[in-house]
Nanobody, 127 residues
Framework: QVQLVESGGGLVQAGGSLRLSCAAS????????MGWFRQAPGKEREFVAA????????SYADSVKGRFTISRDNTKNTVYLQMNSLKPEDTAVYYC????????????????????WGQGTQVTVSS
C-alpha cells in the first residue's frame, strides 16, 4: 500500500478555483492508478476523477467534466485535481485514493477498487 496526504482544500466563492494535491509516500507510486472521490454531508462517497499510472488516460464524473482536471507528476509522487468554475454543490470532503489496475482494465470509478486512501480535505463553495 501507499500512504496518501491531501492538501489544498478551503473556502471559495462560486465560480472560483482550487487545486488539490495528494502526496504519496513509497517508491511504487507510479505503478498505481489514482482517483479522487468526494463525500458531502449525508451523502455517499462519489467518484470524481481518475488517472492511469502513466497519466495518459483520465476519466471524469459527468458532474465535473469540463470543469475539473486530474493530473499527476510521478517524479514528485503527487496527483492533482484542478477545480475550476466551482459550484456550491461541489462542497464536500475530497479524498484521493490509489488502485492497482491491470493494463487490460479500465480506470475504476468505484471506491472498492481502491485500497489506499488519504484522510481527506474539505472544500467549501459559497454561493
Amino acid at each position: 500500500q501507499v500512504q496518501l496526504v491531501e492538501s489544498g482544500g478551503g473556502l471559495v466563492q462560486a465560480g472560483g478555483s482550487l487545486r488539490l494535491s495528494c502526496a504519496a509516500s513509497g517508491r511504487t507510486f507510479s505503478s498505481y492508478a489514482m482517483g479522487w472521490f468526494r463525500q458531502a454531508p449525508g451523502k455517499e462517497r462519489e467518484f470524481v476523477a481518475a488517472i492511469s499510472w502513466s497519466g495518459g488516460i483520465t476519466s471524469y464524473a459527468d458532474s465535473v467534466k469540463g470543469r475539473f482536471t486530474i493530473s499527476r507528476d510521478n517524479t514528485k509522487n503527487t496527483v492533482y485535481l484542478q477545480m475550476n468554475s466551482l459550484k456550491p454543490e461541489d462542497t464536500a470532503v475530497y479524498y484521493c485514493a490509489a488502485a492497482t489496475v491491470l493494463p487490460s482494465e479500465p480506470l475504476p470509478n468505484w471506491s472498492l477498487k481502491y485500497d489506499s486512501w488519504g484522510q481527506g480535505t474539505q472544500v467549501t463553495v459559497s454561493s
